[in-house]
């Protein structure tokens, strides 16, 4: 049990496709993540929210669209993706995120969900 | 700009042997943590151990210390002993403060660590 849990593990979806990624954390954590691993690139931060407010958007495509009803689960909506958008997708939380550096707040990471658009 | 730079795509070690992983970064704050994470096959990062930025102790953590050095922005990972299951991708990362308010991790593309039997 890894406190963050991620479904699908796999998701194999065309470029008309629409899905969704679906994040849960049972940490009790007030903040919640979107990171995109990519092969030979650095993980790259999408978006953070801290007690459902998404506080950081960084620069992602309208084609992806978060949701975080609250803070124990965080969608992420899929919709006409392109082939450049494989990639394996984590979700992390923490206890929240500050606008001080808190060294305690580290992240706690889903196992990922790996998507490949055709 | 803001960037983490691990110069060893891979790396191997014996089993029961000592392995040194680099990692240099850029930052222009005075105040940051430094972590390492670790990501085996099942790909859940897991933290291996974080350093404070104003603490001029380095940190340990059981078989894992790192040899942080703040003027050169020098944060190497040490692992003495290396088990079968030290193998996995090896991120450095630092965090800071974004625009919207948020402490960000800024990562490395990675060390993939292979342990020989």
């Known amino acids: ?118 | 700009a803001q960037t983490v730079t691990q110069s060893q795509p891979e790396m191997s070690v014996q089993e029961a042997e000592t392995v040194t992983l680099s990692c240099t970064y850029d930052t222009s704050e005075s105040d940051y943590y430094l972590f390492w994470y670790k990501q085996p096959p099942s790909r859940q990062m897991i933290l291996v151990i974080r350093q404070e930025a104003y603490k001029q102790q380095n940190a340990t953590e059981n078989r894992f210390s790192v040899n942080f050095q703040k003027a050169a922005k020098s944060f190497s990972l040490k692992i003495s002993d290396s088990q079968l299951g030290d193998a996995a991708m090896y991120f450095c990362a630092y965090t800071l403060i974004t625009q919207g308010g948020s402490e960000k991790l800024v990562f490395g593309k990675g060390t993939k660590l292979t342990v020989n039997p």
């Open chain 1, 1 to 118: 049990e890894t406190g963050v849990t991620q479904t699908p593990r796999h998701l194999v979806m065309g470029m008309t496709n629409k899905k969704s990624l679906k994040c849960e954390q049972h940490l009790g954590h007030n903040a919640m993540y979107w990171y995109k691993q990519s092969a030979k690139k650095p993980l790259e931060l999408m978006f953070v929210y801290n007690f459902k407010e998404q506080t950081e958007n960084n620069s992602v495509p309208s084609r992806f669209s978060p949701e975080c009803p609250n803070s124990s689960h965080l969608f992420l909506h899929l919709h006409t993706l392109q082939p450049e958008d494989s990639a394996l997708y984590l979700c992390a939380s923490s206890q929240e995120t500050l606008s001080s550096l808190s060294g305690a707040n580290v992240l706690t990471f889903g196992a990922g969900s790996r998507l490949t658009v055709l």
